[in-house]
């Protein structure tokens, strides 16, 4: 009977004990969705789908903004340095790479970039595909593949086309971006509608240029 304060003392204490680093790193998975959501109503208009954005950084960084790659890609959208700058050259509110909102928000423009010269380079339901994939690989890169799938007497501006050459495409780690564009739909279609998490079966491992 004399041990049962004791007990008790250390429950209490248990309780109110740091979180894990473990426990830190994935309870707060929803900390970014307002801005995903800002920024995505800034960039596509407040119809378009924000929660694709939220999937694309969790494929690139599991969210993390103190992510940073081999190659020097930094923050939750993995953005190379030069990137950001020339994003930061057109919006120069966003002034800071590792800052988490202004790295989402400089992720979500280049999108936007790339979106705006996919549009007239691939068929309406691919837009999105190509858009991730030059992200992932350069736009230069998909450029050269659409040059391999006309050659090759396929619709250059279909993504099927462009997963059918990608392996003739020199210089192009295709795996790799075929695989990236594949995980953003995967985590996009763990998310409930107000962006939370639903299924956890995805790796998050980030995938980079």
């Known amino acids: 009977m004399r041990a049962a304060p004791l007990v008790f003392a250390v429950l209490i204490l248990g ?30 208009g407040p119809a378009f789908d924000w929660r694709i954005f939220k999937a694309q950084g969790m494929a690139e960084s599991n969210l993390d903004p103190k992510a940073r790659s081999q190659v020097g890609a930094r923050g939750v959208m993995q953005l190379m340095p030069a990137t950001f700058r020339e994003i ?3 919006n120069p509110e966003l002034k800071r790479i590792d800052h988490p909102e202004m790295n989402i928000a400089a992720g979500i423009a280049y999108d936007r970039q790339l979106w705006t010269r996919w549009e007239g380079d691939s068929v309406l339901t691919d837009v999105r595909t ?12 998909l450029l050269n ?8 007497g396929l619709d250059p501006r279909r993504w ?3 997963e059918s050459v990608a392996p003739k495409v020199e210089r192009w780690r295709h795996v790799e971006t075929l695989d990236y564009v594949k995980r953003i739909d995967a985590f996009h279609a763990q998310l ?8 956890d079966s995805v790796s998050a491992r980030g995938v980079r240029k």
């Open 145 to 152: 593949a659409q040059t391999t799938a006309r050659t090759s």
């Open 15 to 44: 309780a109110l004990a740091p979180r894990t680093a473990h426990a830190q790193r994935r309870a707060p998975a929803d900390r970014y969705d307002d801005t995903f959501s800002k920024y995505s109503k800034r960039y596509f």
């Open 88 to 90: 930061a050259s057109k």
């Open 160 to 162: 099927p086309s462009i």
């Open 192 to 199: 409930d509608e107000r962006g939370r998490v639903i299924v």
């Open 130 to 141: 190509f858009t991730f994939a030059s992200y992932n690989a350069g736009r230069r890169t």
